[in-house]
């Protein structure tokens, strides 16, 4: 499968305990977004790595959270100290550079968190 | 105002019908715009970008109206299979970062 891969699907945890998720891009897709959607909700931009380097984060973006891009290939989302509000599904999407349609965003299948 | 607005719905229509929706954006400078479509507790996928020219992929037709901005999806000769949440997408001039509408809920009956 070639697609957006994102690990774990589902996340349990405790109020108060740090979570890390994964996104695995498409391969040649040098741009790398995340987002956090609600029920209800569309997709909420938090933040977009190209390459390696993080170029624009959200406000949504408090300080419990923080995305890294390390090599320009996977991306970690770790939140420290979770809330309850924290609870959403977690989208990861990729895009290729020029314009359409090689900017045209792929998503992954999310990881469900929910904080208890 | 909200940058992308699109009613919620449900729309509830039956099979054969065609239905259209509307999403409204308030950044004149918007370049790129997308419909896509989201199951139940899945990801979104992409449906269609949409063009100057306004552009058609089977049943579905997108168009584009830059004067009253706004984008419209056409779904003609509804199928079940069609039931899901469509959002609307716009990029704005000079940034990377899509916004999405809240979706509109699309449920076709027997």
């Known amino acids: 499968d070639t697609g957006v891969s994102q690990n774990p699907r589902h996340k349990i945890t405790k109020r108060g305990q740090n979570v890390t998720f994964r996104c695995d891009p498409i391969?040649?897709?040098?741009?790398l977004y995340w987002y956090r959607q609600t029920l209800g909700q569309g997709p909420e931009f938090l933040t977009y790595?190209?390459?390696?380097?993080?170029?624009?984060k959200s406000r949504l973006l408090s300080d419990r959270f923080s995305a890294e891009r390390p090599k320009g290939s996977f991306s970690t989302l770790e939140i420290q100290r979770t809330e309850q509000g924290d609870s959403a599904m977690y989208l990861c999407?990729?895009?290729?550079?020029?314009?359409?349609?090689?900017?045209?965003?792929?998503f992954g299948p999310g990881t469900r968190l929910t904080v208890l | 105002r909200k940058e992308v607005e699109q009613d919620p719905g449900p729309f509830n229509v039956p099979e054969g019908a065609t239905v259209a929706f509307n999403c409204t954006y308030s950044?004149?400078?918007?370049?790129?715009f997308f419909w896509y479509r989201q199951d139940c507790r899945k990801e979104p996928k992409l449906l269609m970008s949409?063009?100057?020219s306004g552009n058609e992929d089977g049943r579905f037709t997108a168009q584009l109206n830059r004067a009253s901005q706004y984008i419209s999806l056409l779904i003609r000769d509804s199928k079940l299979s069609d039931s899901a949440t469509y959002l609307c997408?716009?990029?704005?001039?000079?940034?990377?970062?899509?916004?999405f509408g809240r979706g509109t809920s699309l449920i076709v009956h027997p």
């Open positions: 999407a990729s895009s290729g550079t020029g314009g359409a349609p090689a900017d045209t965003q792929y």
């Open positions: 391969s040649e897709h040098n741009r």
């Open positions: 790595f190209q390459n390696e380097a993080q170029l624009e």
């Open positions: 950044n004149s400078a918007s370049q790129s």
């Open positions: 949409v063009y100057s």
């Open positions: 997408v716009v990029r704005g001039g000079g940034s990377y970062i899509p916004t």
